[in-house]
């Protein structure tokens, strides 16, 4: 696939993400696994986005874990669990997406992909509230 979009990177990275949170396997055999079925974009900005999530799981599942009011990390389902982590890598770490470009991807992703409406809002409103977090100790408007 010649130049993929960003939204085409951001759904591949999203499924390599999904599939090793299902899997024990190194994300090098699923990068070679996705680049045989030929299916899901593997390059140089899909790795960074995945490389760069699963480096900084434990701090992405905190902060989602502090903004899940009523869900443990552990009820969260894995697909909602991994478009919150690549959402939350892109703000902290991805200074080519701005903030509210990785909310609406996000919340795109859930709606192709999670199973209702629940699930939209929930990943909606999480996003939502940590976003405003950040803009208040940033000193910006949300």
Do not use: W
């Amino acid at each position: 696939m010649a130049n993929p979009t960003r939204r085409e990177i951001r759904d591949s990275a999203m499924k390599l993400l999904f599939e090793k949170s299902l899997r024990d396997d190194p994300i090098e055999s699923l990068y070679e696994i996705a680049e045989e079925i030929d299916e899901i974009i593997v390059n140089d900005a899909v790795r960074e986005l995945v490389d760069g999530t699963l480096a900084h799981l434990g701090e992405l599942d905190e902060t989602i874990q502090r903004f899940s009011k009523k869900r443990s990390i552990s009820r969260i389902s894995k697909l909602n669990l991994t478009i919150l982590r690549l959402a939350m890598f892109e703000i902290l770490y991805d200074d080519g997406t701005p903030t509210n470009a990785a909310v609406s991807e996000a919340i795109l992703l859930a709606e192709t992909y999670t199973a209702s409406e629940d699930d939209i809002r929930f990943i909606n409103g999480l996003l939502g509230a940590y976003t405003k977090e950040l803009a208040a100790q940033n000193g910006t408007a949300s």
